[in-house]
């Protein structure tokens, strides 16, 4: 199932159940209550949903994907590093955490494109360090991983899908900004198609660890649509305000929004152009969205990190 259960014990609460020992793994139940066959889980999976999506799905969702058909047939990934507080270190310091990486900075934020070993490593330092009570390090750092996907639906339509996982939260959370542009020459968005998502665990001592999530769903005014392509704007969770057992921390969040798109005319493939990027400045602003195949910007761009772009590809 795609490594369906490796995902479980990255969480605090175990959130799919065996219905029975002598199902064999053939049937689980979500958060939600919903049943799902091993052939379901890997439809959904074949449509662009990871396992944290199947996971967290509920019967809306589910009603809207049941029938389809898919096969994933392109995805890129980028795995980003952000050191949140440059301006707080040193020179030696920086070097040492840059040197012979691609890095971007903007706005009090340097992003550094990481290959997937250095990703993984890194998080695993980054653990072990919080496990060892060692979290004192000067360097205030983020990690997110987005992977965009074209699904070749049994219709002559393709899904195009971001998926953003926060690895290590950002100490700022506020509006993010996720979109995929197409080439708007040969390819249209299909109305009312589009579908985005929120997932995040909150833990606090009296409580235990808690999930929530936020829908945009075709009628969602967090949308901006064009020929270009769709994007959405998503307000962050936070931890809770107050202190005492009660207080809520967001221990895991991540998000994915997904359209359909239909040809306009031939064409030799299909790009699906990934966007993202984090508000990176505390404040409520009015935030503006311009997005069209590879071209992507929000305003004001002075309160958003370097935007994520990835670039998945088909061809036929």
Known sequence: MKKFISLLFSLSVVFLIYTTKEALASELTNVNGLNFSDEEIQNLQSLGFTDEAIINMDEEEYNLNKDLKGDIVAEDTKYIKVIENPEELNSSTLSKNTKGLNTTEINGSIVIELDEETFYK????????????????????????????????????????NNMTWKKLPSTREYDVTGIGINSTYWAPVPDSQYGKQ???????????????????????NYKKGAGGYS?????????????????????????????????????????????????????????????GPSFSVSPSNKFDSAISTHAQVKF
Request: proline share 2%; glycine share 8%.
């Open 122 to 161: 890194e998080l695993e330092a980054e653990e072990q360090k919080m496990n060892l009570k060692a979290s004192s390090s000067v360097i205030q750092t983020s990690y997110k991983k987005l992977t965009t996907s074209i699904s070749k639906l049994s219709t002559n339509k393709y899904r195009i899908t």
């Open 199 to 221: 997932t995040w665990t909150k833990y606090s001592h009296m409580y235990g660890t808690e999930s929530g999530n936020a829908t945009y769903n075709t009628s969602s005014a």
């Open 232 to 292: 959405l704007k998503m307000n962050l969770p936070n931890d809770s305000i107050g202190g005492g057992a009660a207080h809520k921390t967001v221990k895991t969040m991540s998000n994915y929004m997904y359209y359909s798109v239909s040809p306009l005319s031939k064409s030799g493939q299909l790009d699906a152009y990934g966007h993202y990027t984090h508000q990176n400045k505390s404040g409520t602003y009015s935030i503006g969205i311009s997005l069209g």
